[in-house]
């Protein structure tokens, strides 16, 4: 039994003279002694020995604090004497002392008790939680295995259509160079019909016209134009088809790239173990997802690549038979349109020259807006280049402030206003970032415009030069079949 005012812990805690026995010395000085302990301290006479059971008996109060200072007082000057040290000292019966050791036993059981329970329930869950996670693991690679044999089976389809395209394309590629040949052969005819001719059939786009000077010359120049126009035309659906065979090429080449990454990485992960090197913690990353498609979209969109392909093969096949059979019409048709003509050009080198004035002065006009578009571009550049220092001290003192501790990672004013500046610099920009595109495209279109009156006024210095210049030689021997249809 402690004492009031003391815990258990503290009798453990340091060490500590028991005043329920006397210490054995102090028996033995009062075996010694025959002396009665009233004769030593007269003094003593407050205390008498029935009080040793009254003490030990007495339940005490909180009234008992008084008393027991008045008791501390005693015993601290009666403690010279160690024969009354045995009477002073003790405080509790032998029931007391046995009830005090059966309640420390049976705090100890129980404390032992549950410290096992505790210690059994901890290992079952780690146990538990150990099997867990390895079935986990076990199922993540199962998954990341069938996830490697899909991108092996779709990448085998997609190195099979490439294989099938590649061929597609080196075949039509040689039926246009054939009709790019077969197109360049058709000034043969025009060389044979009349040397004035030749040199007017040089005339590009927008001169090739049908004046007066062509009159003698209508039946072969319809002819030859007919032709030429339908190679022309056939010649821009090669190039598009071939643009098209080969933007679907670079989809299959592309998407066959991220699987081969993908199956690299997924093997990579598949090989990974819990002793394997380089793995380390991402904290956070299981909340990122930056995924762009699902298992279904993913398998559609390769299926779609490569029904893509299959389809503008198809298309391509078309057109080369289209072509094969475009390549002897012409050839026949111009073979049977050859005669002599004369033409006069006197009219025609006068319209030709002021419309080649005409063009030289919207040029001069155009460069100028041109310099001047070019001048506002630099600023907006210059004003955007500007905005970057602000808009950069803004988010860095956002990120600077995420880093306050606990609660003062508070959403204040600074923080509201930090927010609204980098909107406010974001929006600016955007808007500057809109009229510079703006201007962008508006100096394309110049651009355009200028090489267009460029290429006109080369055009009509062309004309010019062939009606003035070449217009005065004879006919030519007209080309053999073979290169007429393409063949060198």
Sequence with gaps: MELIGSTLTATYARPKTSHFLPAISTMASSYRNTQPALAMNPSANLWRTSGYYKNGNTIQSPSSSMQRENLDLVRAKTMFYPS?????????????WYRSNQINYRESESSRNSAERLRRDTIRLMQDKEQQTRRTQESTSKNIGERLNDIVFWKSELSHEIDNMVTEIAALAEVKRRLERALAETQGPLQVSQECLYHREKRMSIDLVHDDVEKDLIKEVEVIKSCQERMRRHLDRAIAQLASNRAAQHELERDISDKVTAQRIDGRCHHLRNTSDGIGYYRGIERLDPSLSLPDSWSKFTDDNILHSQSERASSHKLRDEIEILLNTTSNEMWNQFNNVNVAFTNRMSET???????????????????????LIETLKKALRDKECPLKVAQTRLEERTRRPNVELCRDNPHHRLVSEVREIEDTIQKLQERLMEA?????????????????????????????????STRKSFPSMPRLVGYT
């Design 84 to 96: 009354n040290r045995t009477v002073l000292s003790t405080r509790y019966t032998p029931d007391d």
């Design 353 to 375: 020259a002021d419309a080649k004035n005409s063009l030289q002065t919207h040029l001069a006009k155009t460069l100028q807006e041109i310099f001047q578009t070019e001048m």
């Design 440 to 472: 962008e495209n508006t100096l394309q279109n110049l651009v355009k415009t200028k090489v267009t009156l460029e290429h006109d006024l080369s055009i009509k210095a062309n004309s010019l030069f062939l009606d003035q210049e070449k217009c005065m």
